[in-house]
């Protein structure tokens, strides 16, 4: 099963190549059909979109999903243009995202003029390669407001979920504006949910309470981007690296910023904060981290932290949790950043142990990210 599986992936690998090599010159290019072929086809797209991973690498880690899309200089720029005031091709960021044929790979954008925009959307597994671009992440925003306790479960309250793959979101906000936490309902209200690989979102904004992102399943980069929430307010079972963002506490009643749910040793699941800023305003404070699965992972690495982070500085959940989660702090500092009240069970991490963390390798970055 697991060999028909690669096979067949490798197979959709190769069509997809093959249109790529096709489809700027009509060349004699047979159909790759040896490991060796696919590899070298695979180099040549790696090239010219300019990853810096090798291509044996990049496959031999081969999933579904890393069926590229094509490169934006092979096909016609596609741009759909959501403006509510009625000066674009739609009005609403639903009717846009509709308008994407299924199976798309070719990179398309769907630019949103600025406003409110009061709408729920779900981005379907099978339209990949979209780019959702924001007039800046102060302007543009996406809302809605539903809580677990209207919808019966904390997936199905997204304001906005993605899973496809290959989505990119820039300089847009995405918002639950569900109230507070008063420990009367249900609470868990998500402003962004994402089980698509590969997502990068640059210069956003998340707003909401508890669980505002959903950070749920595959590899995520989120740069220069503000989360803002209180209880457990990234949370999920991703692999994601968190550059120069800021994580903003609004800490009513005690609360957490991580809520990561690795389940097991083999899983390859955790989250990254590199050179981070966590700001924010009690009158409680927050863990750096709580394990919601038993490996839960979370590193902090040369991240300002304010004084709004519990001395303790993570929460178990679990005492036998303890010997199985890996929470780390690397070069960590502002008042927040004291370790002489950490639990005994969290890292204070050397150079050696914070490398794997650092760099966008640790999302396999070389293989999709274009932009640093
Ligand atoms: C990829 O996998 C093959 C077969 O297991 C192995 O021989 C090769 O060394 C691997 N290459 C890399 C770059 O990991
Ligand atoms: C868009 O986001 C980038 C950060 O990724 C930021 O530098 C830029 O100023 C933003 N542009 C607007 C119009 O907000
Ligand atoms: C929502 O909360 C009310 C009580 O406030 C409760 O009766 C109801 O069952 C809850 N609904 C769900 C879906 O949990
Ligand atoms: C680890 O957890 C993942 C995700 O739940 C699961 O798919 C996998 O089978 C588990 N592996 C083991 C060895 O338990
Ligand atoms: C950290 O906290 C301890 C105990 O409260 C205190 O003695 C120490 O001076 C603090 N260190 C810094 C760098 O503030
Ligand atoms: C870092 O810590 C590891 C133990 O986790 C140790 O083996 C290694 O020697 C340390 N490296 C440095 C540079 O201190």
Same mark, same amino acid.
């Given at each position: ?5 690669s ?7 190769c ?7 096709? $489809?700027?010159?009509?060349?004699? @290019? ?10 070298? +086809? ?7 979109? &300019?990853?810096?991973?090798?291509a ?14 094509? $490169? ?5 720029e596609?741009?759909?243009v959501?403006?509510?005031?009625? &000066? ?7 009717? $846009?995202? %509709? ?10 954008t769907?630019k949103?003029l600025p406003?409110?925009?009061?709408e ?59 109230p ?6 249900? *609470? ?8 698509g690989?590969f ?15 959903y950070?749920?399943?595959?590899? *995520?980069?989120f740069?220069?981007t @503000? ?5 457990? !307010?990234? !949370?999920?079972? &991703?692999? +994601?690296?968190?550059?120069d963002c800021e994580?903003?506490?609004? %800490? ?9 749910k690795? *389940? ?5 699941t955790?989250?990254? !904060? ?21 490996? +839960?992972r979370?590193? !902090?690495?040369?991240t ?6 519990d001395?303790v ?9 303890? +010997?199985?989660?890996?929470?780390g702090?690397?070069?960590?500092? &502002? ?23 650092? %760099? @966008? ?12």
């Amino acid at each position: 099963m697991a060999r028909l599986w690669s096979t067949s992936i490798l197979v959709l690998v190769c069509l997809s190549f093959l249109s790529l090599i096709l $489809a700027p010159v009509h060349s004699t @290019l047979k159909t790759p059909s040896t490991r060796d072929e696919v590899v070298a +086809s695979f180099q040549s797209w790696v090239d010219r979109v &300019g990853a810096k991973t090798d291509a044996e690498t990049i496959l031999n880690k081969t999933e579904i999903n890393l069926i590229p899309c094509k $490169a934006g200089d092979t096909v016609p720029e596609r741009v759909i243009v959501v403006d509510q005031n009625g &000066g674009g091709d739609y009005t609403t960021i639903n009717e $846009a995202f %509709s308008a994407v044929p299924p199976h798309n790979i070719d990179p398309i954008t769907i630019k949103v003029l600025p406003g409110t925009y009061f709408e729920r959307v779900v981005v379907p597994k099978n339209k990949r390669c979209i780019t959702l671009q924001g007039a800046g992440r102060d302007v543009t925003k996406i809302t809605s407001s539903f809580v677990a306790n209207d919808t019966g479960t904390t997936y199905t309250t997204s304001t906005f979920g993605v899973s496809a793959s290959y989505f990119t979101a820039r300089n847009i906000s995405f918002e639950n504006s569900s109230p507070p936490p008063n420990g009367k309902r249900m *609470h868990q209200a998500v402003a962004l949910r994402t089980t698509g690989d590969f997502n990068a979102f640059y210069g956003c904004a998340f707003y909401g309470q508890q669980d505002t992102l959903y950070d749920a399943r595959g590899r *995520h980069y989120f740069k220069d981007t @503000l989360i803002v929430g209180s209880v457990d !307010f990234i !949370f999920g079972d &991703g692999k +994601s690296l968190y550059k120069d963002c800021e994580l903003r506490v609004l %800490s009513h009643r005690g609360g957490s910023i991580t809520a990561q749910k690795r *389940h097991n040793f083999s899983e390859d699941t955790g989250y990254s !904060f590199v050179n981070c800023r966590v700001t924010g305003s009690g009158p409680a404070t927050a863990y750096l981290g709580r394990a919601w699965g038993p490996y +839960s992972r979370v590193v !902090f690495a040369l991240t300002e932290f304010a004084d709004i982070i519990d001395p303790v500085g993570w929460y178990s959940w679990d005492a036998a949790r303890e +010997s199985t989660v890996f929470y780390g702090e690397y070069k960590c500092f &502002g008042p927040g950043a004291n370790e002489s009240h950490r639990v005994k069970w969290a890292h204070e991490l050397n150079d050696t142990e914070a490398q794997p963390f650092v %760099s @966008l390798d640790y999302i396999n970055g070389g293989l999709w990210v274009t932009e640093e």
